[in-house]
């Protein structure tokens, strides 16, 4: 037998033999149940495909990493795909994993894990798709090309705010912000914000929510991503606020222009239209109120109705800001809706001077407008879940 022959047979046998790490059930009910795991990483991965195996059927799966390409064995074996924002884990990484099934009856099911190429074997209709990063050539790519700085694992139902840093100032509440479960059913806990009927930016109690976060160092480029989820119910009325990124000082909303701060949220329209609403320095080059709807005292609309916002489903909204050099008009701002990009506007002026920077995520939403016809004419609520901040990364679906 030759050399080749040997080595081939030797990498069969560790393939075969390999064997799935078991991960435990943390909670189990009648009809369903949670798990909740990390995974080292023995090595650099762009992408990766992975298996959840089980002892029992199971019917459906739900996995905040992942989406489910396909399903083996009668329901036993889900085969995993990673989700875009979560595609690049390096060697010494965890990739730590939360998922949520439902099964017929009161079971509790055993199950195993492994990663195609890395701790187990390979599948005999797919190639395991193991390389190092590489840059994204369209806008729309799937790839991750640059690194994930901050993911937020979830909501503490005792506070939202538990675990996160969030500036003192700046913020407001009044008991609009709770932490329930997913109304999408999969168990997961994620924030809703209640909007009373009749309350907007300006009638306080049940208006919405606001703070200033900053889980990282301050950047001169930021992509933030999240998942949202109208109510079917929700009334759009003429629109209202949601988050986006912020840097400088804590001054730029509420009709407050400030030359030592900007602010990129997201807006809703009336029948859902999105757009980017900035509060930016009023030396823009002299096409710019040509494009879009200028007021540098209460907010730019940037990009108005480029995407729609729909009721009644979870959907993925991102960001990605490029700070100007000061002095310069070469700023840059991109939006993804559900991993497809859907607007972009360049040769923007965000800032005056270098010290400032990309602070963290202005996590601001009400309804408004400054007057009573903006307000909802009935309770509506929203819910957000999945906040990631990245590094030069091109977003691709990434729904949780």
Known sequence: MNRNMVSLLAVAFLLSSAVAMDIPI??????????????????TMQHWTAHVIFDHHVDTLDIWVADVQKTLNGGKEFVLVNKASYGEQKDGDKLCVKLVGRVNGDIVP??????????GPVSATQKPIIHTAKRATSHTSSHVTGKVLYRHSGFDPSDYKKGITVLQHGGFDEDSGSVVRDPAGTGQHVLRVFYQKGHYIHVRGHRGIQFYWTPIRPQTTLTLSYDIYFDPNFDWVKGGKLPGLWGGSQTCSGGRHNEECFSTRFMWRTGGGGELYAYIPSGQRADFCTKNICNFDYGNSLGRDSWHFKKGVWQNIAQEVKL??????????KVWYNGKQVYEINNVNFRTKSSIKIDGIFFSTFFGGSSPDWAPTRDSYNYFKNFVLSNNVTPGHIIG
């Open 26 to 43: 943390t909670k189990n009910w009648d009809g369903g149940f949670r798990s909740e795991f990390c995974e080292p990483i023995t090595q």
């Open 110 to 119: 055993k199950a195993r894990f492994y990663i195609e190429g890395m701790d």
């Open 324 to 333: 100007n050099t000061p002095g310069k008009q070469d700023g840059t701002a």
